[in-house]
């Protein structure tokens, strides 16, 4: 067998980028925010952690339906995400806890949904977060989610 033609295809199989459907499920970050996408996809759904090195502080989980409920009474903040208004809460556990989390849901159309958290270590952290998950791309136009 020669080498050569298989050297050939590999050098350009690694030098041509490619991006796996499941690459493309994620929305784009903000530029610059030096956080990168860890995705994990279940039954209906995906979920798209943004890391700072190891730890999580931003999560979109894309479904066809939300799976939290928001209540009015922890609404914090008014915002946006894209072209999509939101309101952003504090979940029941932060409330209760202290920490410092915001949760929205954006209704993307068809039936698909967009969770979008942040988690962060104090105030000025998480006003930062809120701008990058605010700078985030969520699009109507996001592919079909594997929605199994």
Same mark, same amino acid.
Request: glycine residues 8%; aromatic residues 6%.
């Given at each position: 067998?020669?080498?050569?033609p298989?050297?050939?295809?590999?050098?350009?199989?690694?030098?041509?980028?490619?991006?796996?459907?499941?690459?493309?499920?994620?929305?784009?970050?903000?530029?610059?925010?030096?956080? =990168? *996408?860890? /995705?994990?996809a279940?039954?209906?759904? &995906?979920?798209? !952690?943004?890391?700072?090195?190891?730890?999580?502080?931003?999560?979109?989980?894309?479904?066809?339906?939300?799976?939290?409920?928001?209540?009015?009474?922890?609404?914090?903040?008014?915002?946006?995400?894209?072209?999509?208004?939101? =309101? *952003?809460? /504090?979940?029941?556990?932060?409330?209760? &806890?202290?920490? !410092?989390?915001?949760?929205?849901?954006?209704?993307?159309?068809?039936?698909?949904?967009?969770?979008?958290?942040?988690?962060?270590?104090?105030?000025?952290?998480?006003?930062?977060l809120?701008?990058?998950?605010?700078?985030?791309?969520?699009?109507?136009?996001?592919?079909?989610?594997?929605?199994?």
């Open positions: 067998m020669n080498k050569f298989l050297l050939g295809l590999l050098a350009i199989a690694w030098a041509t980028p490619q991006a796996s459907a499941q690459d493309a499920i994620c929305p784009a970050l903000p530029a610059g925010s030096n956080l =990168h *996408w860890q /995705q994990q279940g039954n209906g759904f &995906t979920v798209c !952690r943004a890391l700072d090195g190891e730890r999580q502080v931003i999560g979109v989980m894309l479904t066809s339906s939300p799976t939290v409920n928001l209540q009015r009474r922890n609404r914090e903040e008014e915002g946006s995400i894209g072209a999509y208004e939101v =309101h *952003w809460y /504090q979940p029941e556990i932060a409330v209760s &806890t202290g920490e !410092r989390k915001r949760v929205t849901i954006v209704e993307l159309g068809d039936d698909r949904y967009a969770q979008v958290w942040v988690d962060a270590a104090n105030d000025a952290e998480l006003r930062q809120v701008s990058s998950a605010e700078g985030t791309a969520l699009s109507s136009r996001e592919p079909t989610l594997a929605l199994c």
